[in-house]
């Protein structure tokens, strides 16, 4: 059971925070602001990332999957038959392959990291009161409702699909879609595509509870929250929209 303190809210533990955040998001918040802690947090989504990629890869066909993506990459357009043939044999080797399970782990950690120190800044140029580990607390905490339901609807549909139905050659494409862009006919432009793909259910749930973070958290107003969150959005969809356009949808 949580405990309420005079100043710094409600007191909980690690496990009551992780349960209060899918139905409590406000308290466990008012929590973090006083014992703002990350690491379990952080490290679930580290674990749902890989176990989900290592599902998948298990499930798919990763030789087919790196074909596709190099037909719809129009850098790999102007490469001979033997050129795309060594370069499919490298990415499906034993580097490639690691690279292909370390990626959601190091990414994860580099845009919980790199994410929380943005929420700094931003709390910063708004006038809020907030230290990186708070910044931590927030990010960490307002991804996780989103990534254990996405990675267990993710799981569900593993086991339900087909391999062939799977299809990972485009942003939004997949397991779980809940995106606009993944709607999209394949005639339709990878920047498009790629912009779409960040108006999302997910994404918006996430962005909801950062935005609730920043403001209990951070002492920010509700508009000076969502106007963080909002910008962090809009620069995620830009570099989506540029990779589209550098490498292909």
Do not use: C, H
């Amino acid at each position: 059971m949580s405990q309420t303190t005079p100043d710094a809210g409600p007191v909980m533990s690690t496990p009551e925070t992780l349960t209060a955040i899918f139905f409590e998001p406000a308290a466990a918040f008012e929590a973090l602001r006083a014992r703002p802690r990350f690491l379990v947090a952080g490290l679930t989504l580290v674990a749902l990332a890989l176990a989900v990629t290592v599902l998948v890869l298990q499930k798919v066909n990763y030789e087919e999957v790196v074909r596709r993506a190099m037909e719809t990459n129009p850098r790999t357009e102007q490469m001979t038959p033997e050129q795309k043939e060594q370069a499919v044999a490298m990415q499906t080797g034993s580097v490639g392959k690691a690279i292909a399970y370390g990626a959601p782990v190091f990414g994860t950690a580099i845009i919980i990291a790199a994410g929380s120190a943005l929420y700094l800044l931003g709390a910063s140029l708004m006038g809020g009161r907030l230290s990186y580990k708070q910044a931590l607390s927030v990010w960490t905490y307002s991804s996780f409702p989103p990534a254990v339901l996405g990675s267990l609807l993710a799981v569900v549909l593993l086991f339900l699909k087909s391999a062939d139905d799977l299809d990972f050659s485009r942003p939004g494409a997949g397991l779980v879609v809940t995106n606009i862009g993944a709607l999209l006919g394949e005639g339709t432009s990878p920047a498009l595509r790629a912009a779409l793909s960040w108006v999302d259910l997910f994404t918006f749930y996430g962005m909801f509870l950062a935005a609730l973070g920043l403001r209990k958290v951070g002492k920010l107003s509700s508009g000076s929250a969502w106007a963080i969150v909002i910008a962090l959005w809009f620069l995620g969809m830009l570099f989506a929209v540029g990779r589209a356009v550098i490498f292909g949808g």
